[in-house]
Antibody, heavy 116, light 107 residues
Framework: EVHLVEAGGGLVQPGGSLTLSCGAS????????MNWVRQAPGKGLEWVSY????????SYADSVKGRFTISRDNGKNLLFLEMNNLRDEDTAVYYC?????????WGQGTLVTVSS | DIQMTQSPSTLSASVGDRVTVTCRAS??????LAWYQQKPGKAPKLLIY???TLESGVPSRFSGSGSGTEFTLTISSLQPDDFATYYC?????????FGQGTKLEIK
C-alpha cells in the first residue's frame, strides 16, 4: 500500500524559512514523479511544485518561484520542500502527492502557519 | 495559466439523486483532466483521470466525460459517503491548476 507522510510543518515568522519532508513507502519511490500541493484554511487546492523521478526537471507555481525549492533523496525515499522568505499567504496545509499529471496518492498533510 | 471553473460552487442533493458537476477550462486541455473528492480534514482522493477513466477501487456510480474545454463529473445515485467537496484539475500544462471546488451538501 502506498504511504506518504509529511513532516516539518509549524509556526514561522514572515520572512522565515522552513523545510518540509515527505517519507514514502509501499512503492518504488525512485520511479515516480512527485508534487507538493497546498490548501489554505477554508480554501481550495493549489499546486505548488513538481519534480521528476530523477530530479532532472522541476517546476513551480509563480506564487512560490524563487522562494521554494523542491528536491528528493531516492536512496532514502524522501521528498523535500525548502521554503524561504515565507509570507502570510503561504499559510496552508501542504500535501505531497505522487504522479505526473493526475495525482493518485496523497499524504495526510502538514500545516504551515506564517504569522508574527 | 489555464483557468479551471467549476459549477455549481455548492450543490444540495438527496441520497439516491443523480448529480452532475461541470468543469470548464479556459483553453483546450484535450482529456488531460482529473477529478478528486475531499472530505473535511482529509487529503483529496483521486476519482477519475484522463477525463473518464475510473481510478481503481472507485465505485462505478462515479463517471466522467468531456474533452477540450468542457467536462462533467456525474454521480449516478448519491450515497451518504459521497457528500464531500469535488475538485477538477488540469494537467495539460504547467502550472497544474484546480477548479475552485464544488461542495455537495445533503438536502
Amino acid at each position: 500500500e502506498v504511504h506518504l507522510v509529511e513532516a516539518g510543518g509549524g509556526l514561522v515568522q514572515p520572512g522565515g524559512s522552513l523545510t518540509l519532508s515527505c517519507g514514502a513507502s509501499g512503492f518504488i519511490f525512485s520511479s515516480f514523479s512527485m508534487n507538493w500541493v497546498r490548501q489554505a484554511p477554508g480554501k481550495g487546492l493549489e499546486w505548488v511544485s513538481y519534480i521528476t523521478s530523477s530530479s532532472s526537471t522541476t517546476s513551480y507555481a509563480d506564487s512560490v518561484k524563487g522562494r521554494f525549492t523542491i528536491s528528493r533523496d531516492n536512496g532514502k525515499n524522501l521528498l523535500f520542500l525548502e521554503m524561504n522568505n515565507l509570507r502570510d499567504e503561504d499559510t496552508a496545509v501542504y500535501y505531497c502527492a505522487r504522479g505526473s499529471g493526475w495525482l493518485d496518492s496523497w499524504g495526510q498533510g502538514t500545516l504551515v502557519t506564517v504569522s508574527s | 495559466d489555464i483557468q479551471m471553473t467549476q459549477s455549481p460552487s455548492t450543490l444540495s442533493a438527496s441520497v439516491g439523486d443523480r448529480v452532475t458537476v461541470t468543469c470548464r477550462a479556459s483553453q483546450s486541455i484535450s482529456t488531460w483532466l482529473a477529478w478528486y473528492q475531499q472530505k473535511p480534514g482529509k487529503a483529496p482522493k483521486l476519482l477519475i483521470y484522463r477525463a473518464s477513466t475510473l481510478e481503481s477501487g472507485v465505485p462505478s456510480r462515479f463517471s466522467g466525460s468531456g474533452s477540450g474545454t468542457e467536462f462533467t463529473l456525474t454521480i449516478s445515485s448519491l450515497q451518504p459517503d459521497d457528500f464531500a467537496t469535488y475538485y477538477c484539475q488540469q494537467y495539460n500544462s504547467y502550472p497544474y491548476t484546480f477548479g475552485q471546488g464544488t461542495k455537495l451538501e445533503i438536502k
